[in-house]
């Protein structure tokens, strides 16, 4: 780890004037704690069987995604700039690993072989209870595995729906809502009320609301993400919302749908 600040500023001018494996090293190494951070935040909200070290893997691919194209004179703190980058990268290898089928599948797999297994030695359908004591769980968590390995299934999108009106039947593809439509109206109303607000809020402002809301950052760790007091960042915080409650307010009509 870089003990301290004027030395990881001097490695980073350093690796801009000549990048080289050595100093990216470095500042991975001192970076390191923001990739497990985020990591642990995600893997927090997960099943068990999904492992840390796979989500901190996919992170340090992102932290080194954002050492590589990291502009010093953007004016932001490094740490700032590369949270959402590392949170990315591990929410994108949750996706690619599909990890929820593969738990529903084997979690599934779990209580039918248990079934199977207690109504060959009973001789009859074995009761929850029974089910959840083979595979060691308690009867609130196979009533939960038992919804997720239920709530998977699969049809064909060209399987007959009805009959319709005209000559030509109605398959599923036909009747599936297109969820990922948007109302043009809603969309301009939403554009304008971003315009909205970033005209009023410097970048320092804009910048509390996207850690605070959308990080999840607790006042004290964007103060000391900006370098401000934990009671500064509060007052900040304070003012901006009246602020906007004010703008908003001012054309209620408007974006009321």
């Excluded at 992170?59 to 050492?67: E, V, Y």
């Excluded at 004016?75 to 700032?80: C, D, Q, R, Y």
């Amino acid at each position: 780890m870089i003990s301290t600040q004027s030395d990881i500023q001097d490695i980073w001018r350093q690796y801009r004037a000549e990048p080289c494996e050595a100093l990216r090293n470095q500042l991975i190494e001192n970076y390191m704690p923001i990739v497990r951070f985020n990591a642990e935040r995600v893997h927090s909200k997960l099943p068990n069987e999904v492992d840390l070290d796979d989500l901190v893997s996919a992170g340090m691919f992102g932290l080194i995604d954002a050492i590589q194209a990291f502009d010093l004179d953007r004016g932001v703190k490094f740490e700032t700039y590369c949270s959402p980058r590392v949170r990315g990268a591990i929410l994108d290898e949750l996706r690619s690993m599909d990890w929820v089928p593969r738990l529903v599948r084997n979690r599934s797999q779990k209580i039918q072989a248990a079934t199977k297994a207690l109504q060959s030695e009973l001789g009859r359908l074995p009761t929850e209870r029974e089910v959840a004591d083979r595979i060691g769980v308690s009867q609130d968590e196979f009533q939960r595995m038992s919804r997720d390995s239920t709530a998977v299934s699969m049809s064909s999108l060209s399987r007959k729906a009805y009959g319709g009106d005209s000559s030509r039947d109605v398959s599923e593809v036909d009747i599936l809502k297109d969820h990922r439509a948007a109302n043009p109206v809603h969309e301009l109303q939403r554009a304008d009320l971003k315009y909205l607000i970033q005209q009023g809020l410097t970048s320092t402002e804009r910048l509390i609301l996207v850690l605070y809301y959308y990080e999840e950052m607790t006042m004290k760790e964007i103060g000391m993400t900006l370098d401000l007091s934990e009671s500064r960042v509060s007052q900040m915080h304070s003012s901006i919302v009246e602020r906007l409650r004010f703008q908003l307010k001012q054309r209620d009509k408007e974006f009321r749908f």
